[in-house]
């Protein structure tokens, strides 16, 4: 089975500063890794995926993640944030064969101040 | 296009009673999941549909949960006899499998959720 550690629960950062926030994931067999972002009362939406490939994945919104298999890490990244960026952020994983569910994180509360 | 769309978006229920909760995928999704996210946790699977076949139930917490995707495509998940342990929001997916290519994809797109709160 696999799981996935979200290290901060939340994250407090200026605006315009950048941010990182962590994942790391645990699996025997190779994964698809995704970050997928929450506002307020709304559903998932992905911002990017790692399916193969690159290492260096580019998502919307300015958002940036790399894979690292050996560390077993999939780092979200942001140069610059935004107010509009604050949202719960969820690292996933998923088996890369077959329909395969995704196992989230607990999530990471990304709060931006002005 | 439209989106995952679910219904009722919030539901009240006292202790006992049964619910249903409606999702409506992206039209042409062959599979569609079901999520269960408690209060301050990540989304955590409950069942899993492939067209109208329900291949994984292996997250449904008890028996009082039930899960049909009769013509595969709507899909309703049922709680009978509703506990306070239920109260959560439900979130529904839907993936393609496989995108134009033929690749998988393997992105699963999500509904707004109901939030089912259980007095």
């Known amino acids: 089975a696999q799981s996935v550690t979200q290290l901060d629960s939340q994250v407090p950062v200026f605006e315009e500063a950048p941010v990182e926030l962590r994942c790391n994931y645990s699996?025997?067999?190779?994964?698809?890794l995704f970050w997928y972002v929450q506002y307020p009362n709304q559903g998932l939406q992905l911002l990017l995926k790692y399916l193969s490939g690159s290492t260096l994945v580019k998502g919307i919104n300015g958002f940036e993640a790399e894979f690292n298999k050996s560390q077993t890490s999939f780092h979200l990244r942001k140069p610059s944030v935004h107010l509009s960026d604050t949202a719960e952020y969820f690292c996933a994983v998923s088996l890369n064969s077959g329909y395969s569910t995704l196992t989230f994180g607990k999530g990471t509360m990304l709060l931006v101040s002005p | 296009g439209a989106g995952v769309s679910q219904s009722p978006r919030y539901k009240v229920a006292k202790r006992g009673q049964d619910v249903a909760l409606r999702c409506d995928p992206i039209s042409g999704h062959v599979s569609l999941f079901w999520y269960q996210q408690a209060l301050g946790q990540g989304p955590e699977f409950l069942t899993y549909?492939?067209?109208?076949?329900?291949?994984?139930k292996s997250g449904l917490p008890s028996d009082r949960f039930f899960a049909e995707r009769p013509e595969g495509s709507v899909s309703t998940l049922k709680i009978q006899r509703t506990q306070q342990e239920d109260s959560a929001v439900y979130l529904c997916a839907s993936s393609l499998d496989r995108d134009s290519r033929g690749e998988n994809t393997d992105t699963q797109y999500f509904g707004p959720g109901t939030r089912l709160t259980v007095l």
């Open positions: 699996s025997s067999v190779s994964v698809y």
């Open positions: 549909f492939q067209n109208e076949a329900q291949l994984d």
